[in-house]
């Protein structure tokens, strides 16, 4: 799988999916209910890793460690909410030299957009680790962020909704690039999906009729919205003639949530504890997303919770058409 480029600054566009199972992509050919022709082509067209893995398997240390580059104990980052309430914590993570701060540092135009869980979700405070333009949106709730649809700038500010959410941030990636196409530039996609809520709207549930559990329609509902994103990307990179000069990595945050691990404790009367599965939030409840052939979930360290989807694209730069079986890791991007 050994590479060389020409090119001296390449882009770089990573995507983190959201509790996106090891099984839900249609390259992947284990689930056939699966519709994904997009992230298919680029895996064709590249590397498809079948060993790869995440730093975690909950959401924020995951992504911690990708934006940090580095194993995210190393800076005591071990479980979701800690940077919202460990205060001096969120001050170390945030005087790393990440990712996008070096990248920024060697002539990068940077942003994000869709889930944080990098201890803010205000565009100002994305700014200062080092994505110069950020649009927080994690569902149809309003967001927030600093560069609109059409790639014009405006003061920091709440988003108040609009489209499908998913659809916002493919549209948003795409403003980016066609805004900052005539130099290098560094995006972070953190599409919320299939995470829950499960919210796809009738366009892509519609695309999987059938009897099937309705949060299985639901995530790949999803999927879909997401796979559709991903292709609008690649079609505006290849209208701004950039597609053979970006580098594109595609992850998945963590395993999707098999409703095996209870979400916590509940005592009765009596004082006595017992395990809830059944809970309104968390990883009490399935998001419809499949993990086969392995086992476990997310929230653990076995194989489900940790091995994920993992494509790494680079027109005519890596030969496309590898499957590549040696262990890589998120902190490899």
């Not at 997401?226 to 998945?252: P, Q, S, Y």
Request: some cysteine.
């Amino acid at each position: 799988m050994l590479f060389r480029s020409k090119q001296s600054k390449p882009n770089v566009i990573v995507i983190y999916t959201d509790d996106h199972g090891y099984a839900d992509l249609g390259c992947m050919g284990i689930m056939k209910d699966v519709k994904t022709p997009n992230i298919d082509a680029i895996a064709s067209g590249g590397v498809r890793m079948t060993s790869g893995y995440v730093t975690a398997p909950p959401c924020s240390p995951s992504r911690c460690g990708v934006i940090s580059g580095q194993y995210q104990g190393k800076f005591g980052m071990d479980h979701n909410g800690m940077l919202e309430s460990d205060p001096i914590l969120l001050q170390r993570f945030r005087t790393l030299n990440n990712l996008p701060k070096r990248l920024k540092q060697a002539g990068y135009v940077t942003g994000m957009a869709g889930k944080s869980h990098l201890g803010s979700n205000d565009s100002s405070e994305l700014v200062k680790l080092g994505f110069d333009k950020a649009f927080f949106k994690h569902s149809n709730a309003p967001g927030h962020w600093n560069m609109d649809l059409n790639g014009k700038d405006i003061p920091p500010q709440v988003q108040k909704g609009g489209d499908y959410h998913l659809e916002m941030l493919a549209d948003f990636a795409c403003a980016f690039i066609n805004r900052f196409k005539e130099q290098p530039f560094f995006f972070y996609l953190a599409f919320r999906g299939p995470h829950v809520p499960l919210d796809a709207t009738t366009t892509y549930l519609d695309r999987f009729p059938g009897p099937m559990p309705d949060e299985r329609r639901k995530a790949l509902g999803a999927i879909a919205c997401i796979d559709d994103g991903i292709g609008k990307i690649i079609d505006t990179l290849r209208k701004n003639e950039v597609e053979e000069n970006t580098l594109i990595f595609f992850i998945a945050d963590n395993g999707a949530p098999l409703k095996m691990m209870p979400h916590g404790f509940v005592a009765d009367s009596n004082g006595l504890k017992t395990l809830q599965h059944d809970t309104p939030r968390g990883w009490g409840f399935w998001n419809g997303s499949l993990n086969d052939p392995m086992n476990g979930e997310k929230g653990m360290l076995t194989e489900g919770g940790i091995r994920v989807p993992f494509i790494v694209y680079w027109k005519g730069v890596i030969p496309g058409g590898q499957v590549y079986a040696k262990p890589v890791i998120s902190l490899d991007v």
